[in-house]
């Protein structure tokens, strides 16, 4: 049974976060993307609390009410800060120093692309959904004609205008854009619970502005890898998709998903919480 816990890290950064299993079991962080939040990940926080893991999933930073800097001061909301919270998150729980599982998706796949690499002797495994290897999405980038299409949105995000237009007629752009991914209503209406307002929203986006168009280059993953991902995806195509085993220098599963698009978390909730249970057990933390 999922319940919500609190999770203070500093004074003034609070997050809300799903939480199910046994505390003292492995612990899986899962960290979810844009458009979405914590609740991405309920149907594998409850299986993977059932199966005996400690499963936490956080609304990240700005996201969490809690936990939200001025969206106005973008240094706030530096990937370096974003990542040091999933690490902070890490620590609060009593497993400072030590092995864990790490999921991520969209967003949460990038900072945990980098956790991946920064740290690698701190993960037991990795699990990415969507995602695809920085190094392998900057050279579709450059050789798919079709990617920088499917990534447009990274640069209308900048705009000062997008966050209105985010959320114009009931947040028109981001209901419609879930249900183009599959995803069911009971779930955009969680995800619009969190997001669907302008100081969230602000937040969310504050994320794309503190980066903007930069992709920092991280080495070949070192971690035993699951990457999962829906040929249905409209931002990541299948060059960046495919391409990310070559930058995997551990063990690697690519499973692709027939008809799932970007978010197969929501879309197909039973089998990813099989293959991420598969994983976990292949490679112990």
Same mark, same amino acid.
């Given at each position: 049974?999922?319940?919500?816990?609190?999770?203070?890290?500093?004074?003034?950064?609070?997050?809300?976060?799903?939480?199910?299993?046994?505390?003292?079991?492995?612990?899986?962080?899962?960290?979810?993307?844009?458009?979405? +939040?914590?609740?991405?990940? +309920?149907?594998?926080?409850?299986?993977? *609390?059932?199966?005996?893991?400690?499963?936490?999933?956080?609304?990240?930073?700005?996201?969490?009410?809690?936990?939200?800097?001025?969206?106005?001061?973008?240094?706030?909301? @530096?990937?370096?800060?974003?990542?040091?919270?999933?690490?902070?998150?890490?620590? @609060?729980?009593?497993?400072?120093?030590? &092995?864990? %599982?790490?999921?991520?998706?969209?967003?949460?796949?990038?900072? $945990?692309?980098?956790?991946?690499?920064?740290?690698?002797?701190?993960?037991? +495994?990795?699990?990415?959904? =969507?995602?695809? %290897?920085?190094?392998?999405?900057?050279?579709?980038?450059?050789?798919?004609?079709?990617?920088?299409? @499917? $990534? =447009?949105?990274?640069?209308?995000?900048?705009?000062?205008? $997008?966050?209105?237009?985010?959320?114009?007629?009931?947040?028109?752009?981001?209901? +419609?854009?879930?249900? &183009?991914?599959?995803?069911?209503?009971?779930?955009?209406?969680?995800?619009? $619970?969190?997001?669907?307002?302008?100081?969230?929203?602000?937040?969310?986006?504050?994320?794309?502005?503190?980066? *903007? =168009?930069?992709?920092?280059?991280?080495?070949?993953?070192?971690?035993?890898?699951?990457?999962?991902?829906?040929?249905?995806?409209?931002?990541? *195509?299948?060059?960046?998709?495919?391409?990310?085993?070559?930058?995997?220098?551990?063990?690697?599963?690519?499973?692709?998903?027939?008809?799932? *698009? %970007?978010?197969?978390?929501?879309?197909?909730?039973?089998?990813?919480?099989?293959?991420?249970?598969? %994983?976990?057990?292949?490679?112990?933390?």
């Amino acid at each position: 049974m999922i319940e919500v816990r609190r999770i203070e890290t500093a004074p003034g950064m609070v997050f809300d976060a799903s939480v199910a299993g046994p505390e003292d079991g492995p612990l899986v962080l899962l960290l979810h993307g844009f458009c979405v +939040s914590r609740f991405y990940w +309920s149907a594998q926080v409850e299986a993977l *609390g059932k199966a005996g893991y400690f499963a936490v999933a956080p609304n990240q930073r700005g996201y969490a009410a809690g936990a939200r800097p001025d969206p106005k001061n973008l240094a706030d909301y @530096r990937i370096e800060l974003l990542i040091r919270d999933a690490l902070d998150i890490v620590d @609060r729980l009593g497993r400072g120093g030590k &092995r864990f %599982h790490l999921a991520g998706h969209d967003w949460g796949g990038s900072l $945990s692309w980098d956790i991946a690499d920064r740290q690698p002797e701190r993960l037991g +495994s990795l699990t990415m959904l =969507s995602r695809p %290897h920085p190094r392998s999405f900057n050279r579709a980038m450059a050789e798919d004609p079709e990617q920088p299409r @499917r $990534s =447009s949105h990274h640069k209308w995000l900048l705009d000062p205008d $997008s966050v209105p237009r985010l959320l114009a007629n009931d947040a028109e752009w981001v209901r +419609s854009r879930l249900v &183009r991914n599959g995803v069911p209503a009971a779930q955009i209406e969680k995800h619009i $619970s969190v997001i669907g307002n302008e100081p969230a929203m602000e937040a969310a986006v504050a994320w794309y502005r503190a980066r *903007g =168009s930069r992709h920092d280059p991280v080495g070949p993953t070192k971690v035993p890898t699951l990457y999962v991902w829906g040929d249905a995806d409209d931002t990541v *195509g299948r060059m960046a998709a495919e391409g990310t085993g070559e930058f995997i220098a551990a063990p690697y599963r690519f499973e692709e998903l027939p008809g799932v *698009g %970007h978010y197969a978390a929501d879309q197909m909730p039973e089998r990813v919480a099989a293959l991420m249970l598969e %994983h976990l057990a292949a490679h112990p933390a």
